[in-house]
T-cell receptor, first 109, second 114 residues
Framework: SQQGEEDPQALSIQEGENATMNCSYKTSINNLQWYRQNSGRGLVHLILIRSNEREKHSGRLRVTLDTSKKSSSLLITASRAADTASYFCATASGSRLTFGEGTQLTVNP | DAGVIQSPRHEVTEMGQEVTLRCKPISGHDYLFWYRQTMMRGLELLIYFNNNVPIDDSGMPEDRFSAKMPNASFSTLKIQPSEPRDSAVYFC????????????FGPGTRLLVL
């Protein structure tokens, strides 16, 4: 079964708006990662947050991790049409990454 | 850096045929992973190698699937015989620092078994 579950499954916003995606998981983790997948392409690593970190930033991306609630969120600020993609969280535990089912983000110009 | 290279990008074959997928990892990466992505099951880890040695093949669905890594710059995933339910996108990924760290994915091979 999937370790991480993203919410929402799909999100449609206007260019310039912020997009927030959430990931919940069940077991303890060493780190949590977010990946982006454009249609027909491979996954691209965005950011990694370790279990002892609470927040991390990378450009327009902000990731939070709450290990007590077993959840993470990915915030994309000032979204662009080029941000349209599927976003996956991946939890690291048991010597592997386990990927969620993804959130499909559509940014309308 | 060329990134992870996979071939072929698309493969259409008939049930019962042998299929071989190929991967060239990023130079210097000690870990190589094979994943399968389907709508029903999402992204699943099939097998991973460390320094050319298979470490965890618990995700390989059955004996029809086999993977090899004869050297640090080449890996194959073979399906023999192929079945329609094997239709999926197969990704190869590599990483420098362990199965729980950042992974770099190839563009994938889209396999259709008729």
């Amino acid at each position: 079964s999937q370790q991480g579950e993203e919410d929402p499954q799909a999100l449609s916003i206007q260019e310039g708006e912020n997009a927030t995606m959430n990931c919940s998981y069940k077991t303890s983790i060493n780190n949590l990662q977010w990946y982006r997948q454009n249609s027909g392409r491979g996954l691209v690593h965005l950011i990694l947050i370790r279990s002892n970190e609470r927040e991390k930033h990378s450009g327009r991306l902000r990731v939070t991790l709450d290990t007590s609630k077993k959840s993470s969120s990915l915030l994309i600020t000032a979204s662009r049409a080029a941000d349209t993609a599927s976003y996956f969280c991946a939890t690291a535990s048991g010597s592997r990454l386990t990927f969620g089912e993804g959130t499909q983000l559509t940014v309308n110009p | 850096d060329a990134g992870v290279i996979q071939s072929p990008r698309h493969e259409v074959t008939e049930m019962g045929q042998e299929v071989t997928l190929r991967c060239k990892p990023i130079s210097g990466h000690d870990y190589l992973f094979w994943y399968r992505q389907t709508m029903m099951r999402g992204l699943e880890l099939l097998i991973y190698f460390n320094n050319n040695v298979p470490i965890d093949d618990s995700g390989m669905p059955e004996d029809r699937f086999s993977a090899k890594m004869p050297n640090a710059s080449f890996s194959t995933l073979k399906i023999q015989p192929s079945e329609p339910r094997d239709s999926a996108v197969y990704f190869c990924a590599s990483g420098p620092a362990g199965p729980q760290e950042t992974q770099y994915f190839g563009p994938g091979t889209r396999l259709l078994v008729l």
